[in-house]
């Protein structure tokens, strides 16, 4: 399959290159140049299959011309060798847990896929090295860095925002070392994408490192987000809950949501999609009025989605044929101050004993508001409550406990490099690595 340019200026390329290059030349993100159908009877058998089978399918239709199914289907495999997503029920809404991974973040998927995938294009390719950039608000960078962990041939540069993350998120991409370097930026989330894309850019830094992004920029990290949803919906259908789905999905840089777009237009029968927002509302203005206004970002304690310029929105506009009028037939919107926030994980903690993180809260809030009768509702839980203690704990005026799996992340010590915002200072830094170049090797 060929990939092209939401920018639709440079030529289409092969499935290696746009995942190793991450970026288009002319700035725009890689669309695969079509969208397979998934046959009926997938639909018709999906609720007798386990999440890997799942996968594995939907991974066919998107990369099996590029992939042999052998290998592939160990990609798929490996990526999933963990608890599957767990179905809660909320009166007649439905949560998915997405945090049962290793960093216990619903990114864990799309991490370990990339970097499986990227690992398995690098180990055919002898002339290549590849060194990873990805920016972070939060669970991105944890994600990426563990997926990445320890794979030959690949470097991991993490650029996070200094004192916007929580500590445990920190704690899980700052104590790793051996191929993960943390940069700790003097900004937000949005001056370190600005540093990442402007680096894919940069024609001196390209000539002698191999670039590429985790971000869900990279098609190979925001496709595999595409397996949850068809999951989602295989449990509704044991359920016989099936019928006229509503899905909301909590929204920063909106790779996830864009992923369950993309399931819906390979035949996923979900009705329309929710993008919850925190106070980050670019794209809800957007919704109410045709207008997409980039601007810096605000800190909430949904840092993750702490986003002001989503890069997905391209890949929407581009799946909708840049037509606001369908966009808005697809998804709506919502946007949750911080004390909303606070109140959807109070109210639904007293009402069921269910512990929201931040982000699962706008989604819960956004579905509880926008669902009709007769409707199925599922909201994504997309991180554990526990990764984001300090303000549990304020809310609820609790001491939530921590899982052994983040208690043992808590336990290493923090290694980073502080680094200001400036383009030149990161240009600097990366070409004093050369960890890979096209002439020298790891």
């Known amino acids: 399959m060929k990939y092209y340019s939401t920018n639709k200026i440079v030529n289409e390329v092969s499935l290696e290159e746009a995942v190793i290059k991450g970026l288009a030349a002319d700035k725009g993100l890689f669309m695969p140049n079509k969208i397979k159908k998934l046959p009926a009877e997938f639909f018709e058998n999906i609720d007798k299959m386990s999440f890997q089978e799942i996968s594995f399918r939907v991974a066919e239709a998107f990369f099996g011309e590029d992939v042999p199914a052998d290998a592939l289907k160990a990609i798929v495999y490996d990526t999933l060798s963990f608890d599957t997503p767990v179905v809660h029920v909320h009166d007649n809404i439905y949560s998915l847990e997405l945090f049962h991974g290793p960093t216990l973040a619903f990114k864990d998927v799309g991490g370990r896929f990339m970097a499986r995938l990227l690992g398995y294009f690098v180990k055919n390719s002898s002339d290549k090295r590849v060194n990873v ?24 540069y993490v650029l996070y925002p200094k004192g916007k ?9 700052t104590t790793l070392g051996r191929n993960i370097t943390a940069l700790e930026i003097e900004g937000c989330f949005d001056d370190c994408q600005a540093l990442v894309k402007r680096a894919f850019m940069d024609e001196e830094l390209n000539e002698k490192m191999f670039l590429t992004s985790a971000n869900s920029i990279n098609l190979a990290r925001f496709l595999p987000q595409s397996f949850y949803y068809f999951y989602a919906y295989a449990q509704l259908k044991k359920m016989g809950k099936a019928d006229n789905v509503v899905i909301s999905v909590p929204s920063g840089n909106f790779g996830n949501i864009t992923a ?31 207008n997409f206004e980039p601007k810096a970002s605000v800190c909430t304690i949904a840092n993750a989605m702490d986003v002001g310029n989503p890069s997905n929105f391209a890949r929407i506009l581009d799946l909708y044929g840049y037509n606001h009028e369908n966009i808005c037939n697809h998804i709506s919107g919502a946007t949750y101050s911080d004390q909303e926030i606070a109140t959807g994980i109070k109210s639904l903690w007293e009402e069921h004993k269910y512990l929201l993180d931040p982000h699962g809260a706008c989604g819960y809030l956004a579905l ?22 300090d303000t549990i704990d304020r809310i609820l005026n609790a001491d939530i406990e921590i899982p052994l799996p983040l208690q043992e992340f808590m336990k290493g010590t923090k290694d980073t490099v502080p680094m200001s915002k400036e383009f030149s200072d990161l240009k600097n830094f990366l070409l004093k690595q050369m960890l890979y170049t096209h002439e020298t090797f790891y």
């Open 165 to 173: 993350v929580s500590e445990i998120q920190e704690k899980q991409f």
């Open 133 to 156: 950039l990805v920016a972070t608000s939060g669970d991105t960078g944890s994600a990426v860095a563990n997926g990445f962990l320890g794979v030959e041939g690949v470097h991991v």
């Open 368 to 389: 509880k508001e926008q669902m009709q009768p007769g409707e199925t509702g599922v909201f994504l839980e997309t991180a554990h409550p526990a990764k984001f203690k």
């Open 260 to 290: 369950g777009l993309f399931a819906q237009v390979m035949g996923l029968p979900v009705k329309r999609f929710i993008a919850a927002n925190n106070s980050n509302d670019i794209f809800y203005h957007y919704l109410r009025t045709g």
